[in-house]
């Protein structure tokens, strides 16, 4: 068995929403600014005690209660992550105790920014088949980055918001690909503890090229490692990063703009807990069937890319 299943998702999501017409009341910018370059019309942001870890151990939470398992069968606790609530220790560790979840296994956050989810994924799928005697992995994406953003930089503040997503992965025989790559670049890049005004700070024009040179690549490569065509795949979940660049790589490729979930309206750009979120929200509305072939990609800081064929139980 090679190839990777989601057993279950949960979902976290905070409960302040940042419409855009509140950030317009706060700096100059507009709905229709946002909207148009975008496709955002609000995010949520923490408050009232949440954080990334505190999202993630929700979604966490949720995810292992639907999957049924029993958590001595847990292999591996992996989080995608590039905001957790310290530089160390990493969110996965602190989901240990307050989860109930055993120690003798490995716990790592791991910062591919919003590729984050797919090296994830990957991780968990090769440690379940280097470790066959664990059957499952918990697979957790979580941003807060609210707390990264510039409230005097409106091109960066408008883009960004929080959240988390998990799943349950085993493995199963199926068909499966990812692909994996970087290149140096700052053009996406936060100070973090090395600096006191520790903020997000993006070439926007740059990453935009980037993001419709590389999604298609991706998408392309991992059909062509997988041996399937777009008509194989149920669903396509990419980063939710604008809805431009998507909507440009579905009428570039002409792929079926139905098969591309997209709730970057309601939740904005949550990097690495983009997909995640995308999935779980997926499983909420039933739009998730058993048998399902997804290609998950996603694409971001560092440069980052990422993507993988993952199946639904
Ligand atoms: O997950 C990581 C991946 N990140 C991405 O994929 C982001 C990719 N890039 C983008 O999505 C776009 O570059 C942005 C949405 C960030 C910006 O759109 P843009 O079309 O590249 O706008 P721009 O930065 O070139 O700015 C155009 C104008 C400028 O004014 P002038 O110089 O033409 O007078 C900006 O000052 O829009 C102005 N502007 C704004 N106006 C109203 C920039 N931000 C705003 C704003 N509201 N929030």
Known sequence: MNSVQIISTGLALPSRVVTNDDLAAMEETSDEWIMKRT??????????????????????????????ISLDELGAVIVATLSGDYSTPSVATQMQERLGLPKDIPFFDMNAACSGFPYAIEMARSYLVANPTHKYALVTGVEELSKLLDKDDRSTNILFGD?????????????????????????????????????????????????VRILPYLINTTLEKAGLTADDIDWFVCHQANKRIVDHVVKAMKLPKEKFYCNIDRYGNTSGASIPICLAEMDEKGLLHEGDTLI??????GLTWGSCIVHYR
């Open 39 to 68: 496709g955002i019309h609000e995010r949520r942001f923490t408050a009232d005690g949440e954080t990334a870890n505190s999202l993630a151990r929700e979604a966490a939470r949720k995810a292992l209660e639907k999957s049924g």
């Open 163 to 211: 959240g988390a997503g998990s799943v349950v992965v085993s493995l199963c025989d199926d068909s499966y690909a990812q692909v994996l790559g970087a290149e140096s670049s700052l053009a996406i890049n936060c100070l973090g503890a090395k600096s006191d005004e520790s903020y997000i700070r993006m070439d926007g024009k740059e990453v935009f090229r980037f993001a």
């Open 296 to 301: 998950l990609a996603g694409f971001g800081s």
